[in-house]
């Protein structure tokens, strides 16, 4: 089955700590995209990468971090910088072009203990 | 900076009714997206439009983009309850040969008896 896992489904973060979100997919996308959503807002872009080994900064950038050492896999880091973390995190992918419609994972939900 | 703006945030109807949904946005684009959501899951892709005049159909939902109003709707026909979700619509937007998605907050619909 082609499809993005993302793992794991709920994520419990102590403070100061940093925390990784899992992201994979086989559909063999080369973009791929980070999402925030809170409560009763829109989805904010916090990291994308349309290509191995390089990936620019969304709008909502500060306190988290990427890699993309993979094409399948692009992990999200909550650092403790980010210090209102809680929140719905979305993994997309997407062909590159103007007619890559984004397919969405099924989320990781983190928590402030 | 581009805005895109939906309403009406919250709708409840009944079933058997019809309703539109408006999606407007503030920049250039000719390419927008609908997203269905479920409470607590992910984004499921409903609809793409590529060009000014689009509309595309299924089932009881229809999508139409005019791209001189920056307007996208999505219509609604003889609700049923199965219809409620979230709904998003995402503008795409080339920045800088970059290619990314600004959402709207959504439209929760609620579809009674």
């Known amino acids: 089955d082609g499809g993005i896992t993302q793992s794991p489904k709920y994520l419990f973060r102590k403070e100061g700590q940093n925390v990784t979100l899992s992201c994979e997919q086989n559909?063999?996308?080369?973009?791929m995209y980070w999402y925030r959503q809170d409560p009763g807002q829109g989805l904010r872009l916090i990291y994308y990468?349309?290509?191995?080994?390089?990936?620019q900064k969304g709008d909502i950038a500060e306190g988290y971090s990427v890699s993309r050492e993979k094409k399948e896999s692009f992990p999200l880091t909550v650092t403790s910088a980010q210090k209102n973390p809680t929140a719905f995190y979305l993994c997309?992918?997407?062909?590159?072009?103007?007619?890559?419609?984004?397919?969405f994972g099924p989320g990781t939900r983190l928590l402030v203990l | 900076e581009l805005k895109v703006e939906q309403n009406p945030l919250f709708l409840s109807m009944q079933e058997g009714k019809n309703y539109t949904i408006y999606c407007n946005y503030s920049?250039?684009?000719?390419?927008l997206y609908w997203y269905r959501q479920d409470p607590g899951k992910s984004l499921e892709s409903l609809f793409v439009?590529?060009?000014?005049?689009a509309v595309k159909q299924e089932g009881r939902l229809m999508a139409s983009l005019d791209t001189k109003a920056r307007l996208s709707t999505l219509h609604i026909t003889a609700a049923v309850h199965d219809l409620s979700a979230t709904y998003f619509c995402?503008?795409?937007?080339?920045?800088?040969?970059?290619?990314?998605?600004?959402f709207g907050k959504g439209t929760k619909l609620t579809v009674n008896p």
């Open positions: 559909l063999n996308h080369d973009a």
């Open positions: 995402a503008v795409d937007i080339d920045q800088g040969g970059s290619e990314k998605l600004v």
């Open positions: 920049t250039t684009s000719d390419r």
């Open positions: 439009l590529l060009s000014n005049g």
């Open positions: 997309a992918s997407s062909v590159v072009g103007p007619w890559g419609t984004q397919y």
């Open positions: 990468s349309q290509i191995v080994n390089d990936f």
